[in-house]
């Protein structure tokens, strides 16, 4: 799952904006293996913990890596503030490499936003479909 989220985010406003996004998509934490976000917020408490909380590895990319990232919804707002055009729809993506897919493109829940994608190339989740980040 890829992450975008303004500074000092509250944990909980985190969890709600991951929560339902899985709902949105149909799955639980167990189907989902990282949270990928922008390096300058993988840094933030709180989303640090919440990775922690889920039992996903976290994944920091730079903001010029994710800015190369092709993406279905750029904003110009993003690019602005962070030096890409997309921070939840490219960290999935770079977390799920080049024959990856959006399985969610990004929805906002307040000051959260998230995106999932799933790998095509890596192993087996238990439901018999490839991992999610």
Known sequence: MGIGARPGVAAAALR???DAGLATAGLS???VTVLATAD???GDPGVR???VDLGWRLLA???ADLARQ???NPSRTVAQ??????VAEAAALSAVGPTGSLLL???NYGDVTVAIARSATAGLARSEEPPLH
């Open 81 to 86: 503030a962070v030096g890409t055009p997309s």
């Open 49 to 51: 913990d919440l990775a």
């Open 105 to 107: 493109a990004k929805h």
């Open 16 to 18: 709600a904006a991951v």
């Open 40 to 42: 300058r917020r993988a």
């Open 61 to 63: 990319f730079a903001s």
């Open 29 to 31: 934490v167990a189907d």
């Open 70 to 72: 092709d993406v279905p």
